[in-house]
Antibody, heavy 119, light 110 residues
């Protein structure tokens, strides 16, 4: 069974750093891209970027380029989304998604990681 | 402002049919596959339709997808109260080189 299991909820202060994770199981991890999607409270879905576990190729939305870093550790089938300095506006739910190609649909979604940043 | 335009809300009675539109341009819907996602309250989105009109596994044939030019449509027949959710369309935008979602449509089953 394919699963994407994300790390737990986080409560942080502005200026702090954070790294959340997404562990894939039930499939060959390197064969599928992992993307990240943000959903701010009461709002819609926003695509942040995507990484290929096979070669670590990464693509970012211009809206998030330079604001976050997407990475992957093939040895433990895990993708990451990290911030070096959080802002209150980073408060949101973050979902990881799996896709066969970087421009393809998202068949599997993680359960989401809620990030709350207080100022 | 989303690149893909969806109506903010739609509603219909149980048993009726509803359609949700998704309008884009030649750089996204016009030249790429569209997919549709359902997000029930408090849960992660779920894939309903991919490649414009193919149902994901275990999705009933009450749901259908279509595409014409730079617009796509999700149809749901035999509405049930359990269909109340937010629905999003999505596709790749070849000019922007990123994935884009519509703003989402809230379906109310009256």
């Amino acid at each position: 069974e394919v699963q994407l299991v994300q790390s737990g909820a986080e409560v942080k202060k502005s200026g702090e750093s954070l790294k959340i994770s997404c562990k894939g199981s039930g499939y060959k991890f390197i064969n599928y891209w992992i993307g990240w999607v943000r959903q701010m409270p009461g709002k819609g879905l926003e695509w942040m970027g995507i990484v290929s576990p096979g070669d670590s190729e990464t693509r970012y939305s211009p809206s998030f380029q330079g604001q976050v870093t997407i990475s992957v550790d093939r040895s433990i089938n895990t993708a990451y989304l990290q911030w070096s300095s959080l802002k209150a506006s980073d408060t949101a739910m973050y979902y990881c998604v799996r896709t066969r190609y970087f421009n393809s649909w998202y068949e599997y979604w993680g359960q989401g990681t809620r990030v709350t940043v207080s100022s | 402002q989303s690149v893909l335009t969806q109506p903010p809300s739609v509603s219909a009675a149980p048993g009726q049919k509803v359609t949700i539109s998704c309008s884009g341009s030649s750089s996204n819907i016009g030249n790429n596959y569209v997919s549709w996602y359902q997000q029930l309250p408090g849960t992660a989105p779920k894939l309903l339709i991919y490649e414009n009109n193919k149902r994901s596994s275990e999705i009933p044939d009450r749901l259908s997808g279509s595409k014409s030019g730079t617009s796509a449509t999700l149809g749901i027949t035999g509405l049930q109260t359990g269909d109340e959710a937010d629905y999003y369309c999505g596709t790749w935008d070849s000019s922007l080189s990123l994935w884009v979602f519509g703003g989402g449509t809230k379906l109310t089953v009256l």
